[in-house]
């Protein structure tokens, strides 16, 4: 059985970057070195943040459809947590008709072309039986950063952000998905990763978190085995909507034992950020449900595009 491709990558909107990290102008087929990047990553299950659909700075195109196109993708989902166009220092101007969440997929490709938005993608080559989503509010005051191509500290506004989760069918029986992007506001960002561990309480294990996580270190998987410890949202306790796999085996002197499975747990630990100088890992994969030997090869390779490096790890699932 091969292992499955699982990858995480903020795209910062497909920006092509120099050796050095400083942003290059796009080429006149826009979309070309995000479809390499993707190409190249050659993902069974993708998930993509700061992902553009019809945005004047990316080309007008639809980066999820790019991005489809180029793993082989069977299914997908872009979730738009807000429409409206980038304002230098004002973060977006949004549009006030489109104020809430919106789901695109493939059977919405060519449509909504007058209203350019901006989210989280999943993708995936597995079969799926269940999609949903959800958005969170941006926290009420934003911080200073750096931002690609501008010296110091630039203040930067909070913005909404997206979450997408999908049940998949692996050889071994279905695991649930879920792709962020979460706040860079400290405790703010926290709170959305506890949400979405209570979000997927009634979906059937493993799970598996992907994204920009904005948060270094442990923290990730203290809060989510935080909350789980803590959950008591009305989904817990109950039996899953979906069946739910036998843990997966090992081979060990003849015979077949039962894998331990622990908590939270990284399946990768590399930085990913600056993509030219990577120091610290703000994208993660976590798990619940994956034993440690079910992890394979662990990778953050160098492409064309973002300040971010992608984060792939090979899982037998």
């Known amino acids: 059985m091969s292992p499955l491709r699982i990858a995480t990558f903020n795209l910062l909107h497909g920006q092509p970057l120099a050796a050095d990290g400083s942003p290059l102008p796009y080429p006149d087929q826009a979309a070309d070195p ?5 190409a190249a990553l050659d993902a069974d299950v993708l ?5 553009d659909r019809y945005q004047q700075r990316s080309g007008l195109s639809d980066q ?10 069977t299914d997908w989902r872009f979730a738009a947590a807000l429409h409206g166009r980038p304002a230098p220092v004002a973060g977006w101007l949004r549009d006030p008709a489109v104020p809430g969440l919106r789901v695109y997929g493939p059977e919405e490709l060519e449509c909504a072309t007058d209203l350019p938005s901006y989210g989280t993608t999943l993708l995936t080559r597995l079969p799926v039986q269940h999609w949903r989503a959800r958005r969170f509010a ?30 998949l069918t692996g050889e071994r029986g ?18 959305q990763l506890a949400g979405i561990r209570r979000w997927i309480a009634d979906l059937p294990r493993p799970y598996l978190v992907l994204g920009d996580f904005n948060l270094v270190g442990p923290v990730p998987r203290t809060v989510l085995g935080g909350a789980t410890a803590l959950d008591r949202s009305p989904g817990a306790g109950r039996r899953a909507r979906y069946p739910r796999p036998l843990p997966s085996a090992r081979r060990r002197a003849g015979r077949e034992v039962p894998a331990r499975l622990r908590g939270w747990h990284d399946l990768a630990r590399t930085p990913t950020y600056p993509s030219h100088r990577p120091a610290v890992q703000f994208d993660h994969v976590l798990a619940v449900g994956v034993p440690r030997t079910a992890v394979g090869t662990v ?4 492409v064309g595009v973002s300040d971010h490096r992608p984060l792939l790890v090979e899982v037998d699932l």
């Open 299 to 302: 990778s953050a390779p160098r």
């Open 174 to 191: 279905p695991f649930t998905v879920v792709a962020t992007h979460l706040s860079f506001v400290p405790g703010w960002n926290m709170a």
């Open 47 to 51: 998930a993509l943040q700061e992902v």
């Open 138 to 167: 941006p926290a009420p005051f934003g911080l200073p950063l750096r931002v690609a191509g501008r010296r110091g500290l630039t203040p930067v506004p909070d913005e909404p952000r997206a979450a997408l989760a999908a049940v």
């Open 34 to 38: 995000l479809h390499e990047a993707i």
């Open 64 to 73: 999820s459809a790019v991005a489809a196109t180029a793993m082989g993708a």
